[in-house]
């Protein structure tokens, strides 16, 4: 049972900090291609 919660400990911890980044890095993707949207349109009107 020990390795059980061993493994949990080892494997468990990793992924849980693996989504909370991606999850983070999601939301900055997308306001990232919004600005560069933005952008795009704006130097599409300059021109």
Not at 28 to 40: P, R, T, Y
């Amino acid at each position: 049972m020990e390795e059980i919660y061993t493994h949990i400990a080892n494997l468990g911890f990793p992924i849980v900090i693996s989504i909370y980044l991606l999850v983070r890095i999601e939301g900055k993707l997308n306001q990232l291609s919004e600005s560069i949207n933005e952008l795009s349109n704006t130097i599409a009107k300059v021109l």
